[in-house]
């Protein structure tokens, strides 16, 4: 049975720094792209960074550009995302996701989401 379990999520300061991680199971990862989403308080989900099975970088939004960084490790079936320079507007539930049609079409497993909070 698949499961996406994120980990990693917390309370950080502005300009402060996180990690998330996403650890798979029941699938071959290398089969899929995986995807960061994530969805603040009263807002619409947003696609964020995704890292396709061929590892090139999907930017869904300018605002991480230069802060945040994505990767994958398909042996040991987890994926990361590494968030630097953190601001007060990326507050958000993350979600960890794959698909097996790319970067751009629809994701096929997602995890529960963990919350990242920014805040002073």
């Known amino acids: 049975q698949v499961q996406l379990v994120e980990s990693g999520g917390g309370l950080v300061q502005p300009g402060g720094s996180l990690r998330l991680s996403c650890a798979a199971s029941?699938?071959?990862?290398?089969?899929?792209?995986i995807a960061w989403f994530r969805q603040a308080p009263g807002k619409e989900r947003e696609g964020v960074l995704c890292?396709?099975?061929?590892?090139?970088?999907?930017y869904y939004v300018d605002s991480v550009k230069g802060r945040f960084t994505i990767s994958r490790d398909n042996a040991k079936k987890t994926a990361s995302l590494q968030m630097n320079n953190l601001k007060p507007e990326d507050t958000a539930v993350y979600f960890c996701?794959?698909?097996?049609?790319?970067?751009?079409?629809?994701?096929?497993?997602w995890g529960k989401g963990i919350l990242v909070t920014v805040s002073s």
């Open positions: 996701a794959l698909t097996n049609t790319g970067c751009l079409g629809g994701m096929d497993y």
């Open positions: 029941g699938l071959t990862l290398d089969y899929y792209g």
């Open positions: 890292l396709g099975r061929n590892f090139r970088v999907t």
